[in-house]
């Protein structure tokens, strides 16, 4: 069974959400995922802390997950922002289609931020062969925050990313990956991220 990072993360939010296939029934996976955000125009970041005069920040997420049954499982995240605000998340991951060499799962979430929040992810994986999986989707955080560039005023606010993944099969319980969130709203910001993923049995 191929490994899976849960979730981040999205988060990630923007969370790093890495790869449609859910882990096995009963499996835990562990993760690492160190990544570099970036706005050059530090409006998304500034939502989350970052200060107007640092172009990014880098960040460290430790991932854990466990496999509630064939097509369901159970993620968490904690990501340590070094310029802003700690993130920490939970989420359910549904794998909704499966084929031969391809994968499409529904990732739905909690977290909290910048202010509370929920993720809704759509994740498509297409493995050609066993070693290789290439990952697209759509991540949509809808947050509870404060507005730090305008009237300091608290909102409710969409951010969206489009995600694109690389990921490498490095043995049967070890999944190596590079990551890159294309942002694609005002609130949302550049994420480029590699990550391993353990999966104990």
Do not use: C
């Not at 999205?10 to 882990?23: E, I, S």
């Not at 549904?94 to 990732?107: G, H």
């Not at 809808?142 to 409710?156: L, M, P, W």
């Amino acid at each position: 069974m191929l490994p899976m990072l849960l979730t981040l993360p999205f988060l990630a939010t923007g969370q790093v959400v890495n790869y449609a296939k859910t882990l096995p029934q009963r499996a835990f996976s562990v993760g690492l995922v160190p990544a570099y955000y970036f706005d050059n125009a530090s409006v998304g970041l500034r939502s989350i802390g970052v200060q107007p005069d640092e172009q990014g920040s880098f960040s460290v997420a430790l991932t854990g997950g466990y496999g509630i049954q064939y097509s369901l499982d159970l993620g968490v995240k904690y990501t340590y922002v070094l310029n802003g605000t700690d993130y920490f998340g939970v989420d359910l991951q549904y794998l909704a289609y499966e084929a031969r060499n391809a994968y499409f799962s529904v990732i739905a979430g909690l977290h909290r931020w910048d202010g509370y929040g929920i993720d809704l992810t759509g994740l498509f994986t297409y493995s050609p062969n066993y070693f290789l999986n290439l990952s697209a989707g759509v991540d949509l955080d809808v947050d509870y925050y404060t507005d730090y560039n305008e009237t300091g005023d608290s909102k409710v606010g969409a951010r969206f990313w489009l995600p694109v993944n690389v990921g490498i099969n490095a043995g049967e319980m070890v999944f190596i990956y590079a990551e890159y969130d294309l942002p694609v709203s005002q609130y949302s910001w550049g994420i480029a991220a590699l990550g391993i993923n353990i999966v104990i049995r």
